[in-house]
């Protein structure tokens, strides 16, 4: 009679196990110190028979499988497959884990055909970027065509956000690295502590309505933003002349600007009807440290958003698939949705362009 089959999650801290096959020992290695690793393990007896590795950001309810084996010589592998996929069903229920998501590039050898069946994620589908499937119908599933575009430099988040913004909206929107460093350019707070700065929220304004997009501003503060990006009196006075210019020119334009904090219930309501919302927030919750960065709210559900995030973590082994439609529950983005000292908040509220 064959040994019973025990799983147990390597935790943080834990020393990778002796026994796994080469790649999947390399591959365990690499991801050892990354934030959001989940790690499951198999054993008949002393044998390690299987391993299951995945991640997930901690704001968001999906988890992303990226590696699945199970050991071809063991008496039953259909069962160790199983009991795998039977623990990272208990560990989601117990973490709001609303779905399981595998990239369309995964390789065979990663994530074999077989494995995937068993944890029920069928093959993804000619120009899909991943397939999913959904643990528990708590609610409809929010659908959106808006697709992913991961910046290019380390500053231009909020002109990112902005194209995905436009692509949703409109398919046939162009989304390259042109047009995200043009409008950088005609939105940027010009420099931070240590290189170009990032975008403001009236300079991302005026890029939007420029191209036709209709565009409503939440900005809680009247004060000069981001302004601890600068290190230097200098630079702060240069952030705050060019964000009062465009106030400015925002101001004159005519564009819709409600002066306070956006509540997560306003955002859901213009979400719903058709918008979508570029929304600045505190990194500090996705990626442990503050800040301030611009993402993309293009659905919603229930009780959560989708998000895109023009940001994926390289060293913490993100990748692009970790970073499209993300769902995220309301209390999670409200908390996201708040930067700096005293906090404030901004969003742009962009709406179709006119016919």
């Known amino acids: ?37 989940i790690v499951f393990i198999a054993r008949r007896g ?19 499988i990226s590696h699945f084996w199970v050991d071809a010589n063991d008496i039953d592998r259909n069962a160790v497959g199983i009991e795998l996929v039977s ?3 208990q560990l989601s229920l117990d973490s709001d884990i609303l779905s399981w998501r595998i990239a369309a590039d995964t390789r065979e050898n990663d994530v074999p055909t077989s494995l995937r069946a068993l944890a029920g994620i069928a093959a993804a589908w000619p120009g899909s970027t991943y397939t999913e499937r959904r643990l ?15 910046q290019t430099t380390g500053f231009t988040c909020g002109s990112a956000s902005l194209m995905m913004a436009f692509a949703g909206l409109d398919p046939s929107s162009a989304m390259d690295r042109l047009l ?5 350019r005609e939105a940027t707070t010009v420099v931070s502590m240590d290189g170009p700065g990032g975008c403001d929220p009236y300079g991302l304004a005026l890029a939007a309505t420029s191209r036709g997009y209709a ?54 309501d213009a979400v719903a009807a058709g918008s979508i919302a570029v929304v600045l927030i505190d990194q500090r919750e996705t990626h442990g440290r503050t800040a301030p960065h611009w993402v993309v709210a293009h659905a919603v559900s229930e009780d959560h958003f989708l998000v895109n995030d023009p940001w994926f973590e390289v060293d913490a082994l993100e990748n692009a698939t970790d970073v499209v439609d993300l769902p995220i529950r309301d209390a999670m983005f409200d908390r996201m949705a708040w930067y700096g000292e005293p906090a404030y908040r901004a969003a742009l509220i962009i709406g179709p362009q006119a016919a």
């Not at 995200?180 to 950088?184: A, G, V, Y």
């Not at 939440?218 to 952030?239: C, H, Q, V, Y």
């Not at 564009?255 to 306070?260: A, C, L, W």
């Open 136 to 150: 528990r119908n708590d609610g409809p599933t929010a659908n959106s065509t808006t697709p992913i575009y991961t």
């Open 215 to 268: 565009v409503k501003v939440f900005m809680s503060t009247s004060e000069a933003i981001l302004i601890d990006r600068g290190n230097t009196e200098a630079k702060r006075d240069l952030m705050k002349f060019v964000q009062a210019d465009f106030k400015t020119r925002v101001l004159d334009a005519g564009i819709e600007v409600e002066s306070r904090a956006f509540t997560i219930a306003e955002l859901r």
């Open 1 to 37: 009679m064959a040994e019973p089959i025990n799983v147990t999650q390597l935790l943080d801290g834990h020393e990778a196990p002796l026994g796994l096959p080469a790649a999947m020992a390399e591959h365990l290695a690499a991801i050892q110190s990354a934030r959001g690793r």
């Open 87 to 89: 623990a990272l069903e």
């Open 180 to 184: 995200e460093l043009t409008m950088w």
């Open 46 to 64: 002393d044998a390690i028979v299987g391993l299951l590795i995945g991640r997930r950001r901690r704001t968001a309810l999906m988890l992303r």
